[in-house]
């Protein structure tokens, strides 16, 4: 069982930031953000692996704005968010227990945050 916590979301205007944060004691492997707007399906923002070279993926909706990161020190993983849009407005979800297949996709993740708030108003 892997229990994770998130932080640090919150309202902004659009243009600015936010960084959001992951706890999950005792986990280092593949790690994911994922938000969920309502009256939409839960979609995956942002993954990551620093055991496994590092590598990151994105959704396109995010790539150039959005930064994953994972310190394993610390057990935390982090979504650095800059150049907000009033479209990115979600609850954000961060997800542990990777099973395998695409990574955005939620059903492939078993353990789940409680999920943080970000609104970004125009």
């Known amino acids: 069982q892997v229990q994770l916590v998130e932080s640090g979301g919150g309202s902004v205007q659009a243009g600015g930031s936010l960084r959001l944060s992951c706890a999950a004691p005792?986990?280092?492997?593949?790690m994911g953000w994922f938000r969920q707007a309502p009256g939409k399906e839960r979609e995956g923002v942002a993954t990551v692996y620093s055991g496994g070279g590092g590598l990151t993926y994105y959704a396109d909706s995010v790539k150039g704005r959005f930064t994953i990161s994972q310190d394993n020190a610390k057990n935390t993983a982090y979504l650095q968010m800059s150049s907000l849009i009033p479209e990115d407005t979600a609850m954000y979800y961060c997800?542990?227990?990777?099973?395998?297949?695409?990574?955005?996709?939620?059903?492939?993740?078993?353990?789940w945050g409680q999920g943080t708030q970000v609104t970004v108003s125009s």
């Open positions: 997800a542990a227990g990777f099973r395998g297949g695409s990574w955005s996709r939620p059903e492939n993740f078993i353990y």
């Open positions: 005792g986990y280092k492997y593949r």
